[in-house]
């Protein structure tokens, strides 16, 4: 396990190295220069020159990409070009913001996805499982920018009630923090239980077939005691991946959803990078996600070893 | 709880279908449910101190002579002062500077300063500090675009505390309405890099910047004109979505936001919200390169002109909100010419295709429009222009830009065709020289007339104001009637919507002008 584990996070080293030289090309390759799009059609030559040479952006890409990874091997991720703020601080915020978005829509997702998902399969083809498999479809099909949109238009125009603008976090304020979560989390929620459940329910279909859970009701066990003491941890293997997977996903900031609610998270940091070029924060944006996309990818593979003790690395 | 969502989704889903593309014809309906709610939820008028603005963009830092975006310059002029201010009627008025005198030959400008400014950390602003500013502007290193307003300075004297000498190369009759622009504030002598200190003499003070969030502005209570700024704070928050800017100001969570005129149209007799337009000192505009065949020819360039009905992009884009433009937007009143006087603005296709044949293209040609994904707008007109020129043979295909690209392409000098927005500046001469003198730096068109060029000079440099406008209403008509380079097509209201309780007036003189004469009632 502490080998396997050792090999895992040594393996994270030529994988954040191929990132690293990935997005700076990709980057670097774009058209579209930071100090032009920054002053704009009212810019001169000059101006341009002079603010180019302010960023450093007149030195060989070699150099550039050199003190960059530099940089970053001393935990410095460098300034925005753009604003002067340093990028670490405000990437570990925003990912703070993120991270409470993804847990809470995470919540809101299991919480419907796991419960509908098991009753689905357990009742296959029954109204209920067709009702479940309809709204799943939906969830999977309808764009996340449109449930935002109508999730806000029907809160605020027939409800009067618009979330608080200013965006605190659980620990400062939990209340105001539900408030201002809610809606966006609602949103994602929707994608994730409708991903969440279709997958709880091939996987207890295909659980629930199997000879041990017929052993267990034979032995005059309730179905239901069946269901949580047996055939739950049996399926929960293919549940937790796709659950991995979505939250890797999430935390790397839900660009569309973070744009409409205005939360400033990780997404729209990094959007708004793209938009302007600022190379440092783009580079050290899409780094931090990858990193944390791997190693939450490594957590679940730990946790199967927790849910299925036969698993061993 | 899912299920009712959804139930939820397909009952409104035509209610959303319609806010979300800003289409005009549902939003009486929409707004019935909330009407009689709407009242409870207003701000208690006594109690209220703090003034909301919406605001599209994340500003880029404070520096006023490095940062010229939109979104940074909208707070920077709340912290520091220029030396003149434009009404909204764009007429010069002094500000820092109490009064100007400028010498016989044209060459020197004597400024006295309003006696008793302080900046905001307690030091007096003094004409060292107005020395400094403007040496900081020139100085290549500080790469501030306002540097090309002032190519005529030579020199500057801090005669005394309160008087500035400016001594100019040769007379330049714009160079007091330039220094009205925010990003020619004055800064404390000795400043190093502003983008995230900032230390003005302005009517706000930055009390807090939260980055994706807000930047929070706090009255500054030595402001040395007490009649303005009377809002203890002012807030702009950050929502990058129109969807959410339009339900948070119906819903009395913000106070004033710029809106489209498409939601201009949505929000129009909503109970709580006003909608207050202004004709703005932006034009779209059709940009040719004179130097690529077949542009090079002005009776080709004359023929688009002819072929083109931009009374329908006014109508089509606008939505009838936006009005005929010359190279000089009509909200710049003292010098724009009445279009209607421009025989190349009435259409007129058979003209177009005799000057085209002149040119020896009877059949017209294939060519390319470039404009930028990221304004609807823009694409939008070079559709319409698009329809406009095939009636003379002209197939031009529409190439959007992401807007990092748009701004390589208009720099590189080498496209066929652009749609894109230009802004009047404060004084005919920004709007003359310097996007199409020869030497003009947004000069992206290869338009080169030596008679225009001299026209525009020695227009800059008369002394005589009749003489000066005489002269600029000659280099439009060349521009528009002759050579060509641009067509001018409209110049779009702007709108904002505002909540009932607040007294603010929007006009061409700057969101900044009517936010320090804003107040709650």
């Not at chain 1, 994270?12 to 100090?35: N, Q, R, Y």
């Not at chain 1, 299991?110 to 309809?134: E, N, Q, Y």
Request: hydrophobic share 45%; charged share 20%; net charge negative.
């Amino acid at each position: 396990m502490g080998a396997y584990l050792l090999k895992r996070l040594v393996s994270l080293i030529p994988i954040l190295f191929g990132i690293s030289v990935l997005v700076f090309t990709i980057l670097h390759l774009v058209p579209g220069d930071p100090a032009s799009i920054m002053l704009g059609t009212n810019a001169t030559e000059e101006s341009i020159a002079a603010l180019r040479k302010s960023m450093g952006l007149d030195e060989p890409l070699v150099t550039q990409y050199l003190t960059w990874v530099g940089g970053l091997l001393q935990g410095d991720f460098g300034v925005s070009v753009h604003s002067g703020q340093e990028i670490l601080p405000q990437i570990i915020k925003r990912f703070g913001i993120t991270l409470q978005l993804t847990v809470f829509a995470v919540l809101i997702g299991w919480l419907v996805a796991i419960p509908f998902g098991i009753i689905s399969a357990i009742r296959a083809h029954s109204k209920t499982d067709i009702g479940v498999r309809v709204a799943t479809l939906l969830g999977i099909s309808v764009p996340n920018f449109a449930i935002g949109t109508l999730l806000l238009l029907v809160t605020s125009l027939y409800f009067n009630w618009f979330p608080p603008i200013d965006v605190v976090s659980f620990w400062e304020n939990p209340v105001e923090a539900f408030k201002v979560f809610v809606l966006p989390a609602t949103t994602m929620g929707i994608v994730v239980a409708a991903g969440v459940m279709r997958m709880t329910r091939s996987a207890f279909l295909e659980t629930m077939d199997k000879d041990f859970i017929r052993t267990a009701r034979a032995k005059g066990n309730s179905k239901w005691t069946v269901v949580i003491g047996h055939a739950f941890r049996n399926s929960s293997i293919p549940i937790v991946t796709i659950a991995g997977m979505q939250i890797g996903y999430l935390l790397g900031g839900s660009v569309i959803v973070e744009q409409l609610f205005s939360i400033p998270g990780l997404g729209q940091y990094v959007l708004e990078a793209i938009y302007q070029r600022d190379y440092p924060v783009v580079q050290g944006g899409v780094l931090f996600v990858a990193l944390v996309f791997v190693l939450v990818n490594l957590l679940i593979d730990l946790i199967y070893t927790w849910i299925d003790p036969r698993i061993k690395y | 709880m899912k299920k009712r969502v959804l139930a939820g989704m397909f009952l409104s889903l035509s209610l959303a279908l319609s806010a979300c593309s800003g289409g005009g014809s549902a939003p009486s309906e929409q707004a019935k449910p909330q009407d009689q709610s709407q009242q409870q939820e207003q701000p208690q008028a006594s109690a209220k101190t703090e003034l909301i603005v919406a605001a599209e963009q994340e500003p880029v830092g404070f520096d006023p002579h490095k940062v010229p975006a939109a979104s940074s310059v909208r707070i920077y002029s709340l912290l520091y002062d220029s030396l003149t201010k434009l009404d909204e009627n764009m007429n010069l008025i002094p500000h820092l500077a109490e009064k100007w005198e400028t010498s016989e030959d044209g060459k020197t400008i004597t400024v006295s300063l309003v006696k008793g400014v302080k900046f905001q950390d307690g030091k007096d602003l003094t004409a060292e500090d107005v020395k400094f500013s403007f040496e900081r502007i020139l100085n290549p290193d500080t790469g501030s675009i306002s540097k090309s307003y002032f190519s005529s300075l030579e020199s500057i004297e801090a005669k005394d505390p309160t008087t500035v000498v400016f001594h100019l190369k040769n007379p330049d009759a714009a160079f007091m309405a330039n220094t009205s622009s925010a990003s020619t504030s004055i800064v404390p002598a000795g400043s190093g890099d502003l983008t995230t200190d900032t230390a003005g003499s302005g009517p706000y003070m930055l009390e807090k910047y939260e980055s994706g969030q807000y930047v929070l502005l706090k009255k500054n209570p030595n402001y040395f004109r007490s009649d303005l700024a009377k809002v203890e704070t002012i807030k702009f928050q950050i929502m990058k979505d129109e969807a959410e800017r339009l339900a948070a100001i119906r819903a009395g969570k913000i106070d004033v936001s710029m809106v489209s005129a498409d939601s201009a149209t949505l929000l129009q007799g909503k109970p709580g919200v006003e909608v207050k337009g202004y004709q703005s000192l932006e034009y779209s505009y059709l940009g040719i390169n004179v130097n690529k065949k077949p542009f090079d020819d002005p009776k080709v360039r004359q023929a688009i002109s002819y072929a083109v009905d931009r009374n329908q992009i006014v109508q089509t884009v606008w939505k009838g909100e936006a009005a005929l433009t010359g190279p000089i937007a009509p909200a710049v009143k003292g010098w724009a010419v009445d279009t209607n006087s421009y025989d190349t603005y009435k259409l007129n296709v058979e003209k177009a295709k005799a000057l085209l044949a002149e040119a020896g293209y009877p059949n017209g040609f294939e060519t390319q429009i470039d404009t930028a994904a990221t304004y609807p707008d823009m694409v939008e007109t070079a559709q319409v222009l698009q329809q406009q020129l095939k009636a003379i043979g002209i197939n031009a295909k529409i190439n959007q830009l992401e807007w990092g690209n748009y701004i390589d392409v208009w720099k590189s000098k080498d496209g066929n065709l652009m749609v894109g927005r230009n802004t009047s500046g404060v004084d005919a001469d920004r709007s003359m020289r310097y996007f199409f003198h020869t030497e003009g730096s947004a000069n992206v068109w290869n338009y080169s007339n030596p008679a225009y060029d001299e026209l525009v000079q020695n227009a800059l440099m008369a002394v005589d104001q009749t003489e000066r406008k005489a002269m600029y209403e000659k280099a439009q008509k060349m521009l528009v009637e002759e050579d060509v380079p641009n067509l001018f097509l409209a110049s779009p209201k702007n709108f904002y919507a505002v909540r009932d309780n607040i007294e603010f007036a929007p006009s061409a003189a700057g969101e900044s002008f009517a936010l320090v004469r804003a107040s709650i009632k």
